[in-house]
């Protein structure tokens, strides 16, 4: 059972708009996550090593949120939101609770631009009202080569169902995704992939890049931002002793090239890196996938 508690803020300025997410502000309707991917990057000592355990639902969200949209939208300060940077705004609660699509309507009768990013087919339910963000929203005016004021981003670290479970035991199953992602792009949404983390070895291989990129593409995506993992920590809740665990059951004979390739930092090699993105770079050249949402 999910605890319920109320915040003083829902919506977050962000300092900087990122260029793959476009995020002039945050939003997370949840604290804590019922998908429990062992890379998370909320992972740690606050949350504990099944994050779906301290799962809470902003109870007051909505009332919080009118306030601060209204103020906002009063100064003319509409920007991208982003649904959501620490939590999933489908995790399977959101099915009873509604309060991603509550915050949908607010972001539609303020004029606000959304970013969704998740990894549920759950975002299907709110199609109609993200066509009327997409039509209805004011972008910021450094934004106005964009032609679309809704992008909906699919989440994946592989499409393989097996490897699926072994790092993102409580994730939807990745075709479920690609089938949402198409459906989003038949209703003529601007939709892509964030392909992150690669995991080192087991999907960043030449013919697993391949695979997904034809299967992004297949799929409706337009545009796939790819990026290797991170990894941190080390107590039994934190991401780097997670994933240790699970390359040491499931992959041991990787055992001792992670632990090579995280031995001096939290990423990846400079040149493993670089390596990394060229490869990707052939397979977006082969779709036509950019790194970034297009403008149109
Ligand atoms: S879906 Fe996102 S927020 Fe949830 S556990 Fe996975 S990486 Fe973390």
Same mark, same amino acid.
């Given at each position: 059972?999910?605890?319920?508690?109320?915040v003083?803020?829902?919506?977050?300025?962000?300092?900087?708009? *990122? =260029?793959?997410?476009?995020?002039? &502000?945050?939003?997370?309707?949840?604290?804590?996550? %019922?998908? $429990?991917? +062992?890379?998370?990057?909320?992972r740690?000592?606050?949350?504990g090593?099944? +994050? !779906?355990?301290?799962?809470?639902?902003k109870? $007051?969200?909505? @009332?919080?949120?009118r306030?601060?949209?209204?103020?906002? @939208?009063?100064?003319q300060?509409q920007g991208?939101?982003?649904?959501s940077?620490?939590? *999933?705004?489908? +995790?399977?609660?959101?099915e009873k609770e509604?309060?991603?699509?509550?915050?949908?309507?607010?972001?539609?009768?303020?004029?606000? /631009?959304? =970013?969704?990013?998740?990894?549920?087919?759950?975002?299907?339910?709110?199609?109609?009202?993200?066509?009327?963000?997409?039509?209805? #929203?004011?972008? /910021?005016?450094?934004m106005?080569?964009y032609?679309h004021?809704?992008?909906?981003?699919?989440s994946?670290?592989?499409?393989?169902?097996?490897?699926?479970?072994?790092?993102e035991?409580? %994730?939807?199953?990745?075709?479920?995704r690609?089938?949402?992602?198409?459906a989003?792009?038949?209703?003529?949404?601007?939709t892509?992939?964030?392909?992150m983390?690669?995991? /080192?070895f087991?999907?960043?291989? /030449?013919e697993?890049l391949?695979?997904?990129?034809a %299967?992004? =593409?297949e =799929?409706? #995506?337009?545009?796939?931002?790819?990026?290797?993992?991170?990894?941190?920590? *080390?107590?039994? !809740?934190?991401?780097?002793?997670?994933?240790?665990?699970?390359?040491?059951? &499931?992959?041991?004979?990787?055992? *001792?090239?992670?632990?090579r390739?995280? @031995?001096?930092?939290?990423?990846?090699?400079?040149?493993?890196?670089? @390596?990394?993105?060229?490869a990707?770079?052939?397979?977006?050249?082969?779709?036509? +996938?950019p790194?970034?949402?297009?403008?149109?």
């Amino acid at each position: 059972m999910p605890r319920y508690i109320t915040v003083t803020s829902l919506l977050n300025k962000t300092k900087k708009r *990122d =260029h793959w997410f476009l995020d002039d &502000y945050t939003i997370n309707p949840y604290s804590g996550c %019922a998908f $429990n991917c +062992l890379y998370c990057y909320i992972r740690g000592s606050k949350y504990g090593i099944n +994050l !779906a355990e301290k799962l809470s639902v902003k109870e $007051n969200a909505l @009332a919080i949120l009118r306030r601060q949209l209204a103020a906002r @939208a009063r100064k003319q300060q509409q920007g991208v939101v982003v649904l959501s940077s620490v939590t *999933d705004a489908y +995790l399977p609660l959101e099915e009873k609770e509604m309060l991603t699509r509550g915050i949908l309507e607010l972001l539609l009768e303020y004029r606000f /631009p959304v =970013h969704i990013i998740t990894k549920s087919p759950l975002v299907l339910r709110d199609l109609d009202l993200l066509q009327r963000i997409n039509e209805n #929203a004011l972008l /910021p005016p450094d934004m106005a080569e964009y032609r679309h004021k809704a992008f909906i981003t699919f989440s994946f670290s592989t499409i393989d169902p097996v490897t699926c479970k072994q790092f993102e035991p409580g %994730a939807p199953d990745p075709a479920e995704r690609l089938l949402a992602m198409k459906a989003c792009a038949t209703a003529g949404m601007m939709t892509g992939v964030s392909l992150m983390p690669l995991l /080192p070895f087991i999907t960043d291989v /030449p013919e697993q890049l391949a695979r997904m990129y034809a %299967a992004f =593409h297949e =799929h409706g #995506a337009r545009y796939v931002f790819p990026a290797s993992i991170t990894l941190w920590g *080390d107590t039994a !809740a934190d991401s780097k002793q997670l994933i240790l665990q699970a390359i040491q059951q &499931y992959y041991p004979q990787l055992l *001792d090239s992670y632990q090579r390739l995280f @031995a001096n930092s939290a990423g990846v090699p400079a040149a493993y890196h670089a @390596a990394l993105q060229e490869a990707a770079a052939r397979e977006a050249a082969r779709y036509g +996938l950019p790194a970034r949402i297009p403008f149109e």
